[in-house]
């Protein structure tokens, strides 16, 4: 278990809701992983990211699918691809990230609490 935090640290991380507009291969990149486009509402806009994510993921499957985010980590350059949020997930027994999002529609941009 990890060191409890103050109930101010875990409000500074800006977890939102988003939808993925656009998914492609990421060939320049070291591990495998996919380029993303997400839709966070009028508020944030469209932002971009770097996930690997390829063990359960085609890109093909991914456009409109609503997943979890972190909005407010500075931008981190990735070969020539600049990620601008990261994408939140969980390991399988396996290790391989499985995405995490809403099991139903919901606002996009909405916070996580």
Do not use: C
């Not at 409000?11 to 507009?21: F, N």
Request: hydrophobic share 40%; net charge neutral; proline share 10%.
């Amino acid at each position: 278990m990890s060191d409890p935090i103050a109930w101010a640290d875990f409000e500074k991380v800006d977890i939102r809701v988003g939808r993925i507009t656009r998914a492609e291969a990421f060939a320049q990149a070291r591990r495998p992983a996919l380029r993303l486009w997400l839709d966070f509402g009028p508020e944030i806009g469209t932002r971009k990211s770097s996930a690997q994510i390829t063990r359960h993921y085609a890109p093909e499957g991914l456009v409109g699918r609503q997943v979890l985010a972190v909005v407010n980590f500075p931008p981190r350059q990735i070969g020539p691809f600049m990620s601008e949020v990261l994408v939140l997930g969980l390991p399988d027994e396996d290790g391989e990230v499985v995405l995490i999002g809403p099991d139903q529609p919901v606002p996009l941009g909405g916070r996580m609490y």
